[in-house]
């Protein structure tokens, strides 16, 4: 299972890197605003910047929202650096796209996927990853984690190589629940990856391991 971290904050990148498990990250033109990272030069700047710090796949999105756009702007993000994914939206110009980069062997992320049916088409256009937004879902009484299960069990039956990057993750718990249903890669804030460390029997026994130690030197 891949970690991703979903954000453009360049200290919360390096802080993720050097945990040592990290396998790339996610930005998105919200995150990058969050930043105050605006203007297209900045922008194009930050991803190679996010790049020179992960060892892993850099999802870089577009703003265009039809085909030729997509294309210009999705081949200008790949030529920035060779971790670039480019990241398009589950729209029908971007389904197109998606096929027009996987033909040219350029990596691609549909994002914004709510439902069992747009992953089946994202994985059919070929895909690299495929987006499910599970805590939005949850936001709206939708069961996020049910449609990751579903698109499981769909890329299953016919061994789609697209794979499930569980999105829009808010918690700890949501990493562990995706492993148990088998999601590719998890991508969420820092905090939610660092809560694995967490368990008080942990910290009790460290405690007692010490003290014990201490008694004797
Ligand atoms: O990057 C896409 C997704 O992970 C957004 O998450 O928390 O804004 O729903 P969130």
Do not use: W
């Not at 030069?41 to 703003?63: P, Q």
Request: with cysteine; aromatic share 6%; glycine share 10%.
């Amino acid at each position: 299972m891949k970690f991703f971290v979903d954000t453009a904050n360049l200290d919360q990148i390096r802080d993720a890197q050097d945990l040592g498990v990290l396998d790339g990250v996610t930005t998105n033109p919200s995150l990058m605003a969050k930043e105050g990272i605006t203007g297209q030069n900045n922008i194009l700047k930050h991803y190679v910047d996010i790049c020179n710090i992960v060892d892993g796949d850099v999802s870089a999105e577009v703003i265009a929202t039809d085909f030729e756009g997509m294309v210009k702007e999705g081949e200008a993000l790949a030529n920035l650096h060779e971790q670039i994914v480019v990241k398009l939206p589950m729209i029908k110009d971007g389904i197109k796209a998606a096929k027009y980069f996987n033909d040219k062997g350029i990596r691609t992320n549909v994002t914004l996927v709510f439902s069992a049916g747009q992953a089946l088409l994202a994985a059919k256009a070929g895909a690299t990853y495929v987006s499910p937004f599970i805590g939005r879902l949850d936001d709206v009484s939708t069961d996020g984690l049910g449609l990751i299960a579903e698109i499981r069990q769909i890329y299953n039956n016919y061994g789609f190589e697209t794979q499930i990057l569980a999105a829009s993750v808010r918690h700890t718990m949501h990493i562990i629940d995706c492993a148990k249903i088998g999601a590719d890669v998890i991508t969420g804030p820092l905090s939610s990856i660092e809560g694995l460390l967490k368990h008080p029997l942990t910290d009790i026994g460290l405690a007692k391991f010490l003290a014990d130690f201490n008694k004797g030197n």
